[in-house]
C-alpha cells in the first residue's frame, strides 16, 4: 500500500493563479480531509468528504474548492491564489470520521504564493 | 483566546527522561482528546485518543485527560531520540454533529543522547 499520496511536493504560485493539489489514497477509506498547518496557527480543517459524491466545509474553507468523484482521490483547487494561502497542505483518509479510526496524512505540499 | 493553548517550547530532556506535554482549552464541550507527533517535514501521525475525562496508556506514552480543570496531558516515559518531533494535541466537540477538530499549535520536543 502508498498509503496517502500527495502531488505535487512544491509548488511556487503567483497571485491569482490557479491550481489543484493532488491527493489519492489506497487503503479504501471513505473518510478524506484536507488540513493547512501555518506556524504559530496548527493544524485547520479546509474540507472534508465522508465518501464519493459528499463533501463539506471545515473551519477555513474560503478559497479552496472541493470534489470526490471516486473514493480514491480528493483533489483541492485553490480558484485565485493569494498570498495567504502560502502554507504547508495535509490530506489525510480514515475508514471513518476521526478519532474513531486512525486518520493517516500523507507527507504534505508546500504552496508559496508571491 | 485561542481555543486550544499548546507551549511551543522547544523541550529539551536528556534520553531516559520523562516527558509532560500539556495542552489546556476554553470550551467544555470537548469531548475527544487526540495526541499527534509529527516529524520534520512529515505528516501528522495519531498516538492515541481519549474520550471524556480519564487516562490512557499505550506503552511509553500515557494520555491525562482533565475535564474539570480543561487540561490535558501526554506523558512519555524512557524518552528516545527518535521521540523528537513535535506533539500536537486536538480536540473535537460533537454537539451539533460536526466534527471538526481544533489543534494545538505543537510543543517541539528534543531528546537529545
Known amino acids: 500500500n502508498a498509503g496517502v499520496t500527495q502531488t505535487p511536493k512544491f509548488q511556487v504560485l503567483k497571485t491569482g493563479q490557479s491550481m489543484t493539489l493532488q491527493c489519492a489514497q489506497d487503503m479504501n477509506h471513505e473518510y478524506m480531509s484536507w488540513y493547512r498547518q501555518d506556524p504559530g496557527m496548527g493544524l485547520r480543517l479546509i474540507h472534508y468528504s465522508v465518501g464519493a459524491g459528499i463533501t463539506d466545509q471545515g473551519e477555513v474553507p474560503n478559497g479552496y474548492n472541493v470534489s470526490r468523484s471516486t473514493t480514491e482521490d480528493f483533489p483541492l483547487r485553490l480558484l485565485s491564489a493569494a498570498p495567504s494561502q502560502t502554507s504547508v497542505y495535509f490530506c489525510?483518509?480514515?475508514?471513518?470520521?476521526?478519532?474513531?479510526?486512525?486518520?493517516?496524512f500523507g507527507p504534505g505540499t508546500r504552496l508559496t504564493v508571491l | 483566546q485561542k481555543e486550544v493553548e499548546q507551549d511551543p517550547g522547544p523541550l529539551s530532556v536528556p534520553e531516559g527522561a520523562i516527558v509532560s506535554l500539556n495542552c489546556t482549552y476554553s470550551?467544555?464541550?470537548?469531548?475527544?482528546f487526540m495526541w499527534y507527533r509529527q516529524y520534520s517535514r512529515k505528516g501528522p501521525e495519531l498516538l492515541m485518543y481519549?474520550?471524556?475525562?480519564g487516562n490512557k496508556e499505550d506503552g511509553r506514552f500515557t494520555a491525562q485527560v482533565d475535564k474539570s480543570s480543561k487540561y490535558i496531558s501526554l506523558f512519555i516515559r524512557d524518552s528516545q531520540p527518535s521521540d523528537s518531533a513535535t506533539y500536537l494535541c486536538a480536540m473535537i466537540r460533537t454537539t451539533g454533529g460536526s466534527y471538526i477538530p481544533t489543534f494545538g499549535r505543537g510543543t517541539s520536543l528534543i531528546v537529545h543522547p
Open positions: 481519549t474520550y471524556s475525562s
Open positions: 489525510a483518509s480514515s475508514s471513518s470520521r476521526p478519532p474513531a479510526d486512525t486518520q493517516y
Open positions: 470550551n467544555s464541550a470537548f469531548q475527544y
